[in-house]
């Protein structure tokens, strides 16, 4: 049988690389992914889940009617129901009219301090400005967060301190210009499996050398030159060690020290105490491979260090990104093509919710809520009396979590993101959940969050509307609406206007902030007029390939590469520091430490992947363990273990492999069956607060079959 | 080191950066040379020779997807010589692999006359479906075996190496190490595979299923993992009125 075949080219919603999809349909069923070869970020190529993973669109668990709670919920007493009996189906108006009538009665009890939401780095651009817009307008309060906090936020924070900027400085594919690229704190093969093809390339086709710093042997290691197999949270020592070296054998850029940035002395007499000796001490990393990194990096034409998330997520994340920065300005590796500082962002659109203000402290364009110039400049785009907006600095994510309660927050609103998933010390995270008075939850599927929600919104997936997604290089490309809403699922943008519009006849406030929009390309323009970045981004623009921000009018081609002439905040910074340890060290009772990461078949939470086939080829949580503790331990391969942490316990399969080194334990925190994050702590860097996923220490004994919560999902793989 | 070469193709005059290929050179002329292996975004091998063209002097018909051009070089695209050689390669294919699902070959084979019953005695190459993953599934009874897969899988894009030919003349094929399924190899299931292929050999799954008249909704009840709650189901259902059998 003859298929149709009708084509519609959008923009993947997996990870931050922003691959190009066309998708191909009969009818309103997607049966094959392909990409043009000649597509801008990709290059035709594929990972599994953009070409084969988005059959979640279809499972028959969706949620495409509203829903409201059968049982009314009580601070306290809020239990979870995944099961669609104890739900009752609603219509649109009596849902929304519900959600505005409940969210009214406690802003009017309380105030705008009770009042917080969880946007979302899966969805638009579009929809996180309406959505940040709608709570800091409306409700006047800037608890508004999203998972960035839990990725990045450190990153950013370190960027920001030392050059004024919050994203990857330069474009993914300009790996191809490295002769030397140090890769630490990222799997990219498995994460940003696109760039990792590229990096390859670079490395097999071009020569480039590349050194991966990490504690685990990731598959970028076989094509690396040096691995530096550092213990957890010693990242500070080891790059500090580098810059010794560097600095020691006059490796640095003079030049560049001289023109473009400041505070140099303080910082290189803070590297005195970082020998190579030092750094062995602390992070277990042989001398010699610390100075022949540093010899290779400082000796490069063109050097870029790529990072992802075992820098920022420690409780001294932004000193290790600190660390990375220091090295670049120090060696001149920043401002030019093919160098840079290149945090690679883990959602599909993460960097630009963040663009967008999904954050606390900052409105769209990273224009702080605390500097009364930005309040005023909002007050007026959004048609609201001065002195309206709220000038605090609101709370993140894990403090929202934690302020849960009387005199804190009592109503949340989750679009799209998993917290009971995602948050550490799950168990804490549910016993606040449990506080809640009201909880909003708009997704496809009923998760572990939603679930515990008075109202669920069912919203449409990235292939059911329009909008923008901006990638991981700055690059804002169009997301297209391939197939018709599934049900009566409405797009994130028009369910916030709606609700926007019932909330605004509540206030009884004289102007409105405006909620007409026609379509998503509207909501791009108003960003335009308030985000100087995004000014040059048009629907008409990106419609064949995206532009990379900043794009400051509608003639300027965008910006591959960032700093060429100067920083955003004039000087670079070099920031002098010292030693950092994890919060929880191992010890006699926890011997070992726990990392937790993602596997290439699944994303974060597993709202999506664990809703699509690509769950047959993982079906299970695995714990990686070197053979040496695997033999101490008395634990097989594949036999089930007892992982704990001084906040819980989980039980699933060993995984006896070198991939992880002696004294370290990986686990995936895609799986509900055995959560990580039950096991990791809410202790957080103090300046991102951003939690230390990267290390908890716990203890790991053997367990039996019928202690895993589904001992036949098994699948055997061969390249794990 | 000349900045361009001189040439003629099909008596015209081409003048092309060095080191081009002739199908390249003949392409910016719009002379257009037919190809079944070749790929723009993989490396070429001149394994399906339908892209052969007669060089003057030269004592074989050449490969044009990898022979370079040369100074004052004098190319034929469409003799007859190269039809019928293009002719025989097309009728060869088509007698020993289900091209059914090729229409670009097909195309071919009605430009060039040729006649699928041309060797009658010749074996067709079959090979049961492969459907050993969630993803895609693999028809080398369609499989014209022009190594793109092979390539994207190893350096044109993914460095996995998960699959390479297998068996020797008639009985090559392309395959995993010890024939694993290929969960159990180093594929990642990148896809770029089923993306490259010219004939619907590898195809993903899914579309499989509704190719076959499965509906939307069938196929997505059809996960492996449902299927196996489905047996689990069944056996336990079965168990009791059997006396547990097992």
Same mark, same amino acid.
């Given at each position: 049988?003859?298929?149709?075949?009708?084509?519609?080219?959008?923009?993947?919603?997996?990870?931050?690389?922003?691959?190009?999809?066309?998708?191909?349909?009969?009818?309103?069923?997607?049966?094959?992914?392909?990409?043009?070869?000649?597509?801008?970020?990709?290059?035709?190529?594929?990972?599994?889940?953009?070409?084969?993973?988005?059959?979640?669109?279809?499972?028959?668990?969706?949620?495409?009617?509203?829903?409201?709670?059968?049982?009314?919920?009580?601070?306290?007493?809020?239990?979870?129901?995944?099961?669609?009996?104890?739900?009752?189906?609603?219509?649109?108006?009596?849902?929304?009219?519900?959600?505005?009538?409940?969210?009214?009665?406690?802003?009017?009890?309380?105030?705008?301090?009770?009042?917080?939401?969880?946007?979302?780095?899966?969805?638009?651009?579009?929809?996180?400005?309406?959505?940040?817009?709608?709570?800091?307008?409306?409700?006047?309060?800037?608890?508004?967060?999203?998972?960035?906090?839990?990725?990045?936020?450190?990153?950013?924070?370190?960027?920001?301190?030392?050059?004024?900027?919050?994203?990857?400085?330069?474009?993914?594919?300009?790996?191809?210009?490295?002769?030397?690229?140090?890769?630490?704190?990222?799997?990219?093969?498995?994460?940003?499996?696109?760039?990792?093809?590229?990096?390859?390339?670079?490395?097999?086709?071009?020569?480039?050398?590349?050194?991966?710093?990490?504690?685990?042997?990731?598959?970028?290691?076989?094509?690396?030159?040096?691995?530096?197999?550092?213990?957890?949270?010693?990242?500070?020592?080891?790059?500090?060690?580098?810059?010794?070296?560097?600095?020691?054998?006059?490796?640095?850029?003079?030049?560049?020290?001289?023109?473009?940035?400041?505070?140099?002395?303080?910082?290189?007499?803070?590297?005195?105490?970082?020998?190579?000796?030092?750094?062995?001490?602390?992070?277990?990393?042989?001398?010699?491979?610390?100075?022949?990194?540093?010899?290779?990096?400082?000796?490069?034409?063109?050097?870029?260090?790529?990072?992802?998330?075992?820098?920022?997520?420690?409780?001294?994340?932004?000193?290790?990104?600190?660390?990375?920065?220091?090295?670049?300005?120090? &060696?001149?590796?920043?401002?030019?093509? @093919? +160098?840079?500082? /290149?945090?690679? %962002?883990?959602?599909?659109? =993460?960097?630009? *919710?963040?663009?967008?203000?999904?954050?606390?402290?900052?409105?769209?364009?990273?224009?702080?809520?605390?500097?009364?110039?930005?309040?005023?400049?909002?007050?007026?785009?959004?048609?609201?009396?001065?002195?309206?907006?709220?000038?605090?600095?609101?709370?993140?994510?894990?403090?929202?979590?934690?302020?849960?309660?009387?005199?804190?927050?009592?109503?949340?609103?989750?679009?799209?993101?998993?917290?009971?998933?995602?948050?550490?010390?799950?168990?804490?995270?549910?016993?606040?959940?449990?506080?809640?008075?009201?909880?909003?939850?708009?997704?496809?599927?009923?998760?572990?969050?939603?679930?515990?929600?008075?109202?669920?919104?069912?919203? &449409?997936?990235?292939?059911?509307?329009? @909008? +923008?997604?901006? /990638?991981?290089? %700055?690059?804002?490309?169009? =997301?297209?609406? *391939?197939?018709?809403?599934?049900?009566?699922?409405?797009?994130?943008?028009?369910?916030?206007?709606?609700?926007?519009?019932?909330?605004?006849?509540?206030?009884?406030?004289?102007?409105?902030?405006?909620?007409?929009?026609?379509?998503?390309?509207?909501?791009?323009?108003?960003?335009?007029?308030?985000?100087?970045?995004?000014?040059?981004?048009?629907?008409?623009?990106?419609?064949?390939?995206?532009?990379?921000?900043?794009?400051?009018?509608?003639?300027?081609?965008?910006?591959?590469?960032?700093?060429?002439?100067?920083?955003?905040?004039?000087?670079?910074?070099?920031?002098?520091?010292?030693?950092?340890?994890?919060?929880?060290?191992?010890?006699?009772?926890?011997?070992?430490?726990?990392?937790?990461?993602?596997?290439?078949?699944?994303?974060?939470?597993?709202?999506?992947?664990?809703?699509?086939?690509?769950?047959?080829?993982?079906?299970?949580?695995?714990?990686?363990?070197?053979?040496?503790?695997?033999?101490?331990?008395?634990?097989?391969?594949?036999?089930?273990?007892?992982?704990?942490?001084?906040?819980?316990?989980?039980?699933?399969?060993?995984?006896?492999?070198?991939?992880?080194?002696?004294?370290?334990?990986?686990?995936?925190?895609?799986?509900?069956?055995?959560?990580?994050?039950?096991?990791?702590?809410?202790?957080?860097?103090?300046?991102?607060?951003?939690?230390?996923?990267?290390?908890?220490?716990?203890?790991?004994?053997?367990?039996?079959?019928?202690?895993?919560?589904?001992?036949?999902?098994?699948?055997?793989?061969?390249?794990? | 080191?000349?900045?361009?070469?001189?040439?003629?193709?099909?008596?015209?005059?081409?003048?092309?950066?060095?080191?081009?290929?002739?199908?390249?050179?003949?392409?910016?002329?719009?002379?257009?040379?037919?190809?079944?292996?070749?790929?723009?975004?993989?490396?070429?091998?001149?394994?399906?020779?339908?892209?052969?063209?007669?060089?003057?002097?030269?004592?074989?018909?050449?490969?044009?997807?990898?022979a370079k051009v040369s100074e004052g070089m004098q190319v034929s695209t469409h003799t007859e010589r190269v039809k019928r050689a293009r002719r025989t390669i097309l009728e060869m294919l088509a007698t020993t692999v289900d091209l059914s699902e090729a229409p670009d070959i097909q195309a071919y084979m009605r430009e060039y006359g040729a006649q699928d019953e041309r060797f009658p005695e010749a074996e067709q190459r079959f090979s049961p479906v492969l459907d050993d993953n969630p993803m895609y599934i693999r028809d080398y009874s369609k499989c014209v075996l022009c190594w793109r897969c092979v390539q994207v899988c190893a350096e044109d894009a993914q460095y996995t190496h998960a699959?390479?030919?297998?068996?020797?003349?008639?009985?090559?094929?392309?395959?995993?190490?010890?024939?694993?399924?290929?969960?159990?190899?180093?594929?990642?299931?990148?896809?770029?595979?089923?993306?490259?292929?010219?004939?619907?050999?590898?195809?993903?799954?899914?579309?499989?299923?509704?190719?076959?008249?499965?509906?939307?909704?069938?196929?997505?009840?059809?996960?492996?993992?449902?299927?196996?709650?489905?047996?689990?189901?069944?056996?336990?259902?079965?168990?009791?009125?059997?006396?547990?059998?097992?």
């Amino acid at each position: 049988m003859t298929l149709n075949d009708r084509v519609v080219s959008t923009t993947c919603p997996f990870c931050g690389v922003g691959c190009t999809l066309q998708l191909h349909m009969q009818d309103d069923f997607i049966y094959r992914v392909t990409s043009p070869h000649d597509s801008v970020v990709n290059h035709g190529n594929l990972c599994v889940k953009g070409r084969f993973g988005y059959d979640f669109v279809y499972n028959q668990k969706r949620v495409t009617t509203p829903l409201i709670r059968r049982t009314p919920q009580k601070p306290g007493q809020r239990s979870q129901a995944f099961d669609l009996s104890e739900w009752r189906e609603a219509t649109w108006d009596e849902a929304l009219d519900y959600i505005a009538d409940r969210q009214m009665e406690i802003y009017r009890r309380d105030g705008a301090h009770a009042m917080a939401v969880f946007c979302c780095a899966k969805a638009t651009n579009e929809d996180n400005y309406l959505i940040e817009k709608l709570f800091r307008s409306l409700f006047r309060t800037n608890h508004v967060d999203h998972c960035t906090r839990l990725c990045h936020a450190a990153s950013v924070v370190a960027l920001q301190m030392a050059v004024g900027s919050s994203a990857m400085s330069n474009t993914a594919a300009e790996v191809a210009l490295n002769d030397v690229f140090i890769v630490t704190g990222s799997n990219t093969s498995e994460n940003h499996p696109i760039i990792a093809l590229q990096m390859k390339a670079a490395i097999q086709k071009n020569g480039a050398k590349l050194i991966v710093v990490d504690p685990r042997r990731v598959e970028m290691v076989n094509y690396a030159t040096l691995w530096l197999p550092e213990k957890p949270g010693s990242d500070v020592s080891v790059f500090s060690a580098m810059a010794h070296v560097i600095l020691k054998e006059k490796l640095y850029n003079q030049a560049f020290i001289d023109e473009r940035t400041e505070n140099f002395a303080a910082f290189a007499a803070s590297m005195e105490k970082f020998t190579p000796e030092y750094a062995e001490s602390v992070s277990g990393v042989d001398r010699n491979l610390i100075v022949e990194a540093a010899r290779l990096y400082g000796n490069a034409k063109n050097a870029a260090i790529y990072w992802s998330l075992g820098i920022p997520e420690h409780t001294h994340g932004t000193a290790n990104a600190l660390a990375l920065i220091n090295l670049a300005l120090l &060696t001149g590796n920043i401002g030019r093509p @093919g +160098t840079g500082l /290149n945090p690679l %962002r883990g959602q599909n659109n =993460v960097q630009g *919710a963040s663009d967008m203000g999904a954050m606390p402290w900052h409105y769209p364009g990273y224009q702080r809520v605390d500097n009364e110039d930005n309040a005023r400049k909002f007050e007026q785009a959004w048609n609201i009396e001065p002195g309206g907006l709220n000038r605090q600095l609101g709370l993140t994510t894990t403090e929202i979590v934690s302020s849960i309660g009387p005199g804190g927050v009592q109503a949340l609103y989750i679009m799209g993101e998993n917290p009971m998933m995602s948050e550490p010390d799950l168990n804490h995270t549910r016993h606040k959940f449990e506080q809640l008075e009201f909880l909003v939850a708009q997704d496809i599927f009923i998760n572990e969050s939603g679930a515990f929600a008075d109202v669920f919104l069912p919203a &449409t997936s990235w292939a059911e509307k329009d @909008g +923008t997604f901006t /990638n991981t290089d %700055r690059r804002v490309q169009r =997301v297209r609406q *391939a197939i018709q809403p599934r049900g009566q699922a409405r797009p994130d943008w028009k369910i916030l206007c709606d609700l926007a519009k019932r909330l605004e006849a509540r206030l009884g406030r004289p102007n409105s902030a405006y909620w007409d929009y026609q379509h998503p390309s509207d909501i791009m323009r108003e960003i335009g007029s308030v985000v100087p970045e995004y000014r040059g981004i048009t629907y008409p623009r990106i419609e064949r390939e995206g532009i990379q921000v900043p794009s400051w009018d509608e003639d300027h081609p965008g910006t591959p590469y960032l700093f060429a002439g100067t920083f955003p905040r004039g000087r670079g910074k070099f920031h002098p520091l010292d030693d950092a340890h994890m919060a929880e060290m191992p010890d006699e009772d926890y011997p070992l430490i726990l990392t937790t990461g993602r596997v290439l078949e699944h994303w974060h939470g597993g709202t999506l992947t664990r809703h699509s086939w690509l769950d047959d080829l993982f079906p299970e949580a695995l714990m990686e363990i070197n053979p040496a503790d695997a033999a101490r331990l008395n634990v097989a391969e594949g036999s089930p273990v007892r992982v704990t942490s001084r906040r819980g316990s989980i039980v699933l399969r060993a995984r006896v492999t070198q991939k992880t080194t002696p004294g370290v334990v990986f686990i995936p925190f895609h799986f509900h069956e055995a959560a990580a994050n039950l096991l990791t702590q809410d202790v957080i860097d103090p300046q991102a607060k951003i939690p230390e996923y990267k290390a908890s220490a716990v203890r790991v004994a053997p367990a039996s079959e019928s202690e895993l919560v589904n001992p036949e999902a098994r699948q055997v793989r061969g390249r794990y | 080191m000349t900045d361009s070469i001189n040439l003629t193709i099909d008596g015209n005059p081409v003048h092309v950066a060095p080191g081009m290929t002739i199908l390249k050179a003949a392409a910016s002329a719009g002379i257009e040379i037919p190809t079944i292996c070749y790929h723009d975004y993989c490396t070429a091998n001149a394994l399906c020779r339908l892209c052969v063209v007669e060089v003057e002097g030269a004592r074989t018909l050449v490969p044009s997807c990898v022979a370079k051009v040369s100074e004052g070089m004098q190319v034929s695209t469409h003799t007859e010589r190269v039809k019928r050689a293009r002719r025989t390669i097309l009728e060869m294919l088509a007698t020993t692999v289900d091209l059914s699902e090729a229409p670009d070959i097909q195309a071919y084979m009605r430009e060039y006359g040729a006649q699928d019953e041309r060797f009658p005695e010749a074996e067709q190459r079959f090979s049961p479906v492969l459907d050993d993953n969630p993803m895609y599934i693999r028809d080398y009874s369609k499989c014209v075996l022009c190594w793109r897969c092979v390539q994207v899988c190893a350096e044109d894009a993914q460095y996995t190496h998960a699959i390479n030919f297998t068996g020797r003349g008639f009985e090559t094929q392309i395959g995993t190490f010890f024939d694993k399924p290929l969960p159990e190899t180093t594929c990642v299931f990148c896809g770029q595979c089923v993306a490259v292929c010219p004939t619907n050999a590898l195809k993903p799954k899914r579309q499989w299923l509704l190719e076959q008249g499965h509906s939307p909704d069938e196929i997505m009840s059809l996960t492996r993992t449902e299927r196996r709650r489905r047996m689990r189901r069944e056996a336990a259902a079965e168990q009791p009125a059997t006396g547990g059998k097992s």
